[in-house]
């Protein structure tokens, strides 16, 4: 699929760099201010007053529109009026374009005063025909502002549009990800096998093990279309995939939680708690005869909210192995749902290996970048 094309059924995306869209909007100027002096040259010709002089004055008109337009996207863009409620961009629009009106008129007035003397000049006492010439330009300005919101509103549309897209598509293939990972034929023979040997030995353990299993299943299937989860429901998934762990492991695997009753709700993206832990048991305690330790803690920070966990191991960044794909595809996602402010750090520390997921708070999210 080519970079600037995102697809899905019935419809698709275009992506255009900046320079694109650059030059797309030095194309629009050029068209739309050629469009309008040349309907005014060809209502004059219609009507017989076409003469040499009205040439030049529609050559002003034609540098003056793009040059008064260019400044007042400059001042919405450099003052970030774009990021406004429309209850307090109204007015500054209402007053850019009155200005820059003014400014306009009179550089008109002075440019045909000294070009055209024949035709008059705007600042003789009939004041009527200044004021009219004001108007008119005020009028072209907010046209044009209106214009140019409305594009922006436009593409920033398309490209939350596309933002989700690629989210979706990132979702649906961490949940193949997670599901082959989840289910993998290890994992299932290893809890299915488990659970026969202790339907004979302790059929109450083997009842909760089943209901350990359906949970970690009704997980996998529900989270294909949810963004983000509790961390308390996380939490509980990982809890019941450790106690099926723990069968296999026994006195191998010992685990602790330090998950504060006040962080249950924060919202976190599904499976990404259950993906650590299960990279920390697969590539870490699973290697190790003697088992090891994991903690599994969350902490409100002043940059939002740290999921850490800490397994016994050692982390060599050099060596990439099957883990490499679930923690890339971590990065992944929390990239496309928080912007860069996310992040994800793997280190090595007391002889522990410590995966570190910082989530932003909600006003520190970045959305992506506007048109």
Do not use: C
Not at 14 to 19: A, G, K, T
Not at 229 to 249: C, H, N, Q, S, T
């Amino acid at each position: 699929m080519p970079p600037d094309i995102l697809r899905r059924p019935g419809t698709f995306v275009v992506r255009m760099s900046p320079q694109r869209r650059y030059l797309l909007y030095w194309a629009t100027q050029l068209v739309a201010w050629g469009g309008y002096v040349g309907l005014f040259v060809l209502w004059n010709y219609v009507k017989g007053t076409l003469d040499p002089g009205l040439y030049v004055i529609m050559v002003l008109v034609f540098a003056l529109g793009i040059g008064s337009s260019h400044a007042l996207r400059e001042v919405m863009v450099r003052n970030q009026w774009l990021e406004r409620p429309l209850g307090l961009l109204i007015p500054r629009l209402a007053l850019a374009g009155l200005l820059l009106g003014l400014t306009a008129t009179v550089i008109e007035g002075i440019l045909v005063g000294a070009l055209l003397p024949d035709y008059g000049s705007l600042f003789s006492s009939d004041a009527a025909r200044f004021f009219g010439q004001l108007i008119n330009w005020v009028v072209l300005l907010v046209m044009w502002s209106l214009a140019y919101l409305a594009y922006h509103y436009f593409a920033r549309n398309r490209l939350e549009e596309i933002r989700n897209l690629r989210l979706q598509t990132a979702d649906r293939e961490n949940q193949l990800n997670n599901l082959r990972s989840q289910l993998n034929p290890h994992f299932m023979f290893n809890a299915l096998n488990g659970i026969r040997a202790l339907i004979d030995e302790d059929p109450a353990q083997a009842k909760r093990a089943i209901t350990q299993l359906s949970a970690i299943l009704r997980n996998a299937m529900s989270t294909v279309k949810r963004t983000t989860v509790p961390l308390g429901e996380e939490v509980d998934i990982v809890k019941a995939y450790l106690a099926l762990e723990a069968m296999r492991f026994e006195e191998r695997l010992r685990v602790q939680f330090d998950v504060p009753q006040g962080l249950e709700r924060e919202p976190v993206p599904p499976m990404l708690l259950q993906t650590l832990v299960e990279n920390a048991v697969r590539h870490g305690i699973a290697k190790l005869t003697q088992g090891g330790d994991i903690h599994i803690a969350a902490h409100q920070g002043d940059d939002g909210l740290h999921l850490t966990v800490r397994n016994t191991g050692h982390y060599e960044p050099g060596r990439i192995n099957g883990s490499g794909i679930g923690l890339r595809n971590t990065q992944r996602r929390l990239d496309l749902i928080y912007g860069r402010k996310a992040n994800l750090h793997i280190s090595n520390a007391d002889g522990m290996v410590v995966t570190d997921v910082l989530i932003p708070r909600a006003e520190a999210q970045v959305l992506g970048e506007e048109a």
